[in-house]
Every structure is written in C-alpha cells, then in structure tokens.
C-alpha cells in the first residue's frame, strides 16, 4: 500500500533558495523518488541559487552505502544540481553521519550538513 509523500518542495523567490522538507523515516528511494517528481513537474526554477535539504522533522532509515547511491545520483544530474551547494539539515545527531559521508564523495556540487536552518541559509548565500 503506497502512503503519502512525506516531503514537500518550496522556492524562496528572494533568496533564490529551493527547500525540499521531509518527515518521518526517509529512506534513499523517497530522496532519488522526490527529486524525480520535482523533475517531472519541472518545480525547480532556472533562477534557483542553492538548495536546503530540511531533515528536521525526518530520520534517515537508510543502509549502508546509500550515501553513495545519493551522490551518484547528484553527479547523474549535474545538469540540474551541478555548481550548485547544498545545506542539509538534520535535527539527530545520530543523521548527521550520512550527510557527512555524502560530502566525501561531492564532485560538481556541494554539500554540507547544518543543525540549523539558519546556519544552511548563510551558507547556502555565501
């Protein structure tokens, strides 16, 4: 039985930041499957400047190289995220692990794990 996304997208025209928010457990294919219907629905604009990923509300139910499948699939569309930073944001330390490993393998865009909104956005503008 399919339930509902747990994730929702939101373009600040202002800034320019593109969030995508999650809740719940959040496994790898939720992440590649939200992308592919932000894709679809062509929900991220030309004018976009950098993205937040907020995993405040989520927990990363994931295995164990799914880091990699998550990069690998941020360098399978570079023509979409390439040269572009990405703030994730996560709220247990315990998730803080995947992001940081997602980072070793950052090539053509850039991550980098926040516990703040705040700090992501600074970032994401510098």
């Given at each position: 039985m399919k339930t509902e996304p747990t994730y929702r997208f939101e373009y600040d025209a202002d800034s320019g930041i593109?969030?995508?928010h999650h809740t719940g457990?959040?496994?790898?294919?939720?992440?590649r499957d939200s992308w592919l219907f932000a894709f679809e629905h062509q929900l991220i604009p030309e004018s976009?400047?950098?993205?937040?990923?907020?995993y405040l509300?989520?927990?990363?139910?994931?295995?164990?190289?799914?880091?990699?499948k998550i990069a690998a699939?941020?360098?399978?569309h570079l023509d979409v995220f390439g040269n572009y930073k990405f703030a994730i944001v996560v709220g247990r330390p315990q998730d803080v692990v995947?992001?940081?490993l997602v980072t070793e393998l950052d090539r053509g865009y850039t991550s980098k794990a926040f516990s703040t909104m705040e700090a992501a956005r600074a970032w994401v503008l510098r």
């Open positions: 593109f969030y995508k457990p959040t496994t790898f294919e939720e992440i976009v400047k950098g993205f937040i990923l907020d509300e989520a927990a990363f139910a994931m295995h164990e190289d799914d880091h990699e699939f941020y360098r399978e995947i992001p940081m």
